[in-house]
């Protein structure tokens, strides 16, 4: 920054103290009550010697970097990259830069990119968790508060939110059997994944509940376009093809549809498809795709929240919160 430009310049160019310059850039000219007179005459010299306050003095003065981590498993899932989209939307509302990191569903990149978040003194984390087990997250969350999104772990002390996902399962499966659908193949994602292993638990009650727990047929192990392409490929190529697909995700969802398409099969009439999350383009397939769908918003807006409470209060009460999901019927589910 020039000389000529910053707050000792701006207060001697103005005629007011370096602490008032400093309580109007900073928004408390209410607080310290400062005339709006003085407030527009500072404000107008800030604009036009172009004025941008140093985030390295900041740090230093608040000891905040006004920073936070957004860890995710998978950019290029359109899922993961609507929450990465309003988690950065909503934390710039705070005042907060986030630095977004893509784990690759491993958990010894995710220990990496944690580091390398620690070592720039990030002031907290927003995390989509790859492991099986918490204990390393709640010791880093000691120092450093972190906040759990989509995924989480049984009895810990972290905060976290995520989608109803038995509920949602359950509800969608439902609705396959109350069309008629008894061969329904449930292709999941990572086997030890909270979420997954929900959505398959209210898959197999669903099944359960209306006499048909001997039908069930699970397949699969993360949650790629590949796995719904091949366990599909397997699936309609066999002697007892399944009537309907429950897909565990939107790329599951995608592999599968391309692997019905590839075998001269037609969605609704030969496979119904039901998928898990949510997206714009799925109204713009043909036909439009019967999907159960997240809260993201509420999600990524209830996680920044949560995390700024930690920040002002670091002993406040862990929040753990599950969302409602809802089904948005397409035209993708066949009445047999």
């Known amino acids: 920054m020039s000389p ?15 602490s008032t310059v400093s309580r109007v850039l900073n928004g408390k000219h209410e607080q310290y009550r400062i005339s709006a007179k003085t407030v527009k005459r500072v404000m107008d010299e800030a604009k036009r ?23 995710i498993p998978s950019i290029d899932n359109p899922y993961f990259a609507t929450i990465a989209s309003e988690i950065v939307f909503e ?7 986030v630095i977004l990191l893509d784990t690759l569903e491993d958990e010894g990149n995710e220990s990496e990119c944690i580091n390398t978040l620690l070592t720039r003194s990030i002031d907290g984390i927003i995390l ?26 049984e009895d810990t002390s972290l905060s976290y939110i995520c989608t109803d996902n038995y509920r949602g399962a359950l509800d969608g499966v439902k609705l396959l059997i109350e069309n008629g659908h008894k061969e329904i ?30 039908r069930s047929r699970i397949a699969g192990n993360d949650y790629s376009i590949t796995n719904g392409y091949l366990e599909t490929k397997l699936a309609i190529g066999s002697p007892a093809r399944p009537t309907a697909i429950f897909a565990l995700s939107n790329t599951i969802m995608l ?19 039901l998928s898990f999350d949510n997206n714009l383009f799925l109204d713009f397939l043909h036909p439009a795709v019967t999907r159960i769908s997240q809260p993201t918003k509420e999600i990524s807006q209830l996680a920044v929240k949560i995390l700024m409470e930690r920040l002002s209060d670091k002993q406040s009460v862990p929040q753990q919160i599950k969302l409602p999901a809802q089904i948005i019927e397409g035209k993708s589910v066949k009445r047999l």
């Open 4 to 18: 000529e430009n910053n707050l000792k310049s701006i207060a001697r160019r103005t005629g007011v103290s370096i």
């Open 49 to 71: 010697i172009d004025y941008k306050p140093s985030i390295l003095a900041q740090s230093l003065r608040t000891n905040k970097t006004y920073t936070i981590g957004l860890l």
């Open 91 to 97: 934390a710039k509302r705070y005042g907060y830069t």
């Open 128 to 153: 989509v968790p790859c492991g099986e087990r918490p204990e390393s997250l709640e010791k880093i969350d000691e120092q450093t508060p972190i906040v759990l999104i989509d995924r989480y772990f």
């Open 185 to 214: 193949l449930c292709i999941r994602g990572v086997p030890h994944s909270m979420p997954s292993k929900e959505r398959v638990k209210g898959y197999i009650d669903a099944l359960r509940e209306s006499g048909f727990d001997t």
């Open 255 to 273: 592999g599968a549809i391309r692997a019905i398409g590839e075998s001269s099969l037609r969605i609704p009439d030969d496979v119904s498809i």
